[in-house]
């Protein structure tokens, strides 16, 4: 066994960033005889609560007034609940919840997506010790296809469902609760027309207290406090079973990690959707367990959207800022030309964080010049390795490194084996942040873990320097994504991806790796049809068609190609053909999640009569194509 001290000297030079608390505890780091890596910190994991909402209870007692969550209302004006209103509401709620015989065999659904009337519904839930499961709004409300979330209401057997807007989910109602479950599910709306009886939220609202402390207080670190809906790439999608204990030691890790966030109240703006781990447990939780605000952004990190986003920013100073890789580099944008955004951003500013996917380093050195250049310091930009089963953080970028990829070491409490499959290492964990399993899925839930009882990820990770573990881990890719050609050379998609990505930026949305058993590798490619348009030359009206087949774009994308070939080191890591997409990515179809991750294996499959007209040599109707 080797115990590494905290002092490790890396690349990290804090001269130069505005200073903010992050933890640095020791690492303990051992190899055995079968060539496993066992990492895990030495510091022990404080005391937490049993339940999150006693941080809840503990708000209304100490801060009572304090805003916990605000959103814009049809005015424009910030509506706000505070601490004590929100226990309040919590207490009514969850007295209807029990009254209504509301379980973990029958729980609450939530069809809305972020909304002040959502997180009060969620509460209560909480409150009561009766799990909640909220549902994307891609399965829900942007689609027309209901097939998942049938599956998400066979499979949970809810005995309420709820939706701020009926009127906006009722074709999602109709098609999901069926008939015969008329009289098992129990509908309910704050406004709108659901098409079929409904309650008011206003009626749950108005529920008197009476047995709901006593069932909170009857609760504990294993009730189950949420269901999570995975995505579902090849399998209908399963249903992760998150307990009190979970959410609980995830957010202590997360503060022992960060102490920043117990030092002054965290103010958060977010739009994240709290139907994933990341929006939902992780950012929510974070104001919630240290005491802070967070406030709803109603903004997306589109070309259409943002602005909203900027105008929100305009008016609340948040102390860490969360987003997608899309979301940065607009933002990023956006500070260079606006001084009056840059001082109100600033202003509070402690840490920034990442999400969904992975910062290209040129992305990453545009946000750190535009900070330097606006405030005089840095700020330290934050990421890490998780997932929904682990609730989700297992490792943070507490370590003396910097860069895009990294995703540091492990948080305390959290134990990390990495084993070598298919030529790669295996990110594995344990600890009190891990789930028991997936519901009602006994075997999905045994082939999750393995012979220890250590969760395997699928996620592969690599050292950042083999000579000094003490460094930390790398991301490398997700094992199941990596394949090998026709001649058996194994494909690693993930770095292959990061470095098409960070090599293309900024006129590179995201790519898709294809060659499972064939000659060579190429790629599909979603451009950033906006950047392209500037280098096209074309008027704003241009379409996807004229602007992809215009000259100035062919030849960059040509020049690009033969960039990432010149540092090719055989068939592994050649691309011969790229495919540019007029269609974005579809969230409807899976091939893109809320938060912007692409899912490789569902566009591969939706799009495979594209696959093969690429490999064909032949240009689609959809698409252009650019040969080596």
């Known amino acids: 066994m080797t115990q590494l001290p905290s002092t490790a000297v890396g690349t990290l030079d804090l001269s130069r960033y505005r200073p903010v608390r992050v933890g640095s505890a020791p690492m303990q780091i051992d190899a055995d005889a079968q060539g496993r890596w066992h990492l895990a910190s030495l510091e022990t994991l404080g005391a937490y609560p049993d339940r999150i909402t006693d941080c809840l209870v503990r708000g209304a007692e100490q801060h009572p007034g304090r805003t916990l969550v605000a959103q814009r209302g049809p005015d424009g004006a910030w509506l706000h609940i505070s601490y004590r209103e929100m226990l309040e509401q919590a207490r009514a709620i969850g007295q209807a919840l029990l009254d209504r015989g509301l379980s973990a065999e029958r729980p609450l659904m939530i069809l809305s997506g972020n909304d002040l009337q959502h997180l009060q519904m ?62 098992e599910v129990e509908i309910v709306i704050d406004r709108g027309d659901a098409g079929r009886a409904s309650t008011q939220l206003a009626d749950l609202l108005a ?75 992780h950012n929510v939780g ?23 986003t900027v105008s929100n920013l305009k008016e609340i100073a948040p102390t860490v800022f969360f987003n997608v890789p899309k979301g940065w ?129 699928g996620d592969a990770v690599r050292f950042v320097d083999p000579a000094r573990p003490e460094l930390g881990l790398m991301f490398d890719g997700r094992i199941a994504e990596d394949f090998k050609l026709s001649s058996g050379t194994f494909v690693s998609v993930g770095p292959l991806r990061a470095r098409v990505i960070s090599t293309g930026a900024p006129y590179i949305q995201d790519v898709v790796v294809a060659g499972l058993n064939r000659d060579s590798i190429g790629l599909l490619v979603f451009p950033r049809l906006d950047q392209c348009q500037l280098l096209s030359g074309l008027g704003a ?84 194509l650019i040969l080596e």
């Open 122 to 183: 969620a509460m209560g839930a909480l409150y009561a010790g009766i799990p909640y499961c909220p549902v994307s709004p891609a399965a829900s409300i942007i689609t027309t296809d209901y097939t998942k979330l049938s599956h998400f209401v066979r499979h949970l057997t809810p005995g309420m469902i709820y939706a701020t807007d009926g009127s906006t989910c009722a074709a999602a109602l109709a098609a999901a609760v069926s008939d015969e479950l008329k009289n």
């Open 207 to 281: 529920t008197v207290p009476d047995t709901v402390d006593a069932a909170n207080a009857a609760s504990g670190p294993d009730t189950i406090a949420k269901f999570l809906f995975t995505s579902g790439s090849t399998k209908l999608p399963k249903a992760v079973i998150t307990t009190q204990r979970m959410l609980c030691a995830n957010q202590q890790m997360l503060l022992q990690s960060l102490p920043s966030f117990g030092e002054k109240p965290p103010v958060l703006l977010d739009w994240l959707p709290w139907s994933h781990t990341f929006g939902g447990s």
């Open 286 to 308: 974070i104001a919630l367990y240290n005491g802070g605000s967070y406030y709803i952004d109603d903004g997306k990190p589109t070309a259409r959207d943002f602005a909203v």
């Open 329 to 457: 580099e607009l933002l990023t944008a956006a500070l260079q030309d606006d001084p009056a955004l840059c001082q109100q951003f600033f202003s509070q500013m402690e840490l920034f964080f990442f999400a969904g996917a992975g910062l290209s380093q040129a992305a990453w050195d545009a946000l750190e010049q535009v900070s330097e250049n606006q405030c005089g310091q840095r700020i330290r930009i934050m990421a890490g390795l998780g997932m929904t089963e682990t609730a989700p953080s297992c490792t943070f970028t507490t370590g003396p490194v910097m860069m895009a990829g990294y995703v540091g070491l492990p948080a305390p409490a959290c134990e990390v084996k990495l084993v070598q499959v298919d030529g790669k290492y295996e990110a594995r964990f344990r600890g009190p942040h891990v789930m028991p399993g997936y519901w009602r899925a006994p075997e999905a839930t045994a082939s999750a873990f393995d012979e220890e009882g250590y969760y395997c990820s």
């Open 541 to 624: 009206d241009a379409d996807a068609t004229k602007i992809l087949s215009s000259l100035p774009v062919r030849r960059h994308f040509q020049q690009l190609l033969a960039q990432l070939n010149s540092k090719a080191t055989g068939s592994a890591s050649r691309i011969e053909r790229m495919l540019l997409l007029e269609e974005a990515p579809s969230v409807v179809a899976g091939e893109q999640t809320d938060k912007g991750s692409i899912n490789q294996r569902v566009v591969l499959t939706r799009r495979a009569e594209l696959v093969e007209a690429m490999y064909a040599g032949v240009a689609g109707t959809d698409g252009l």
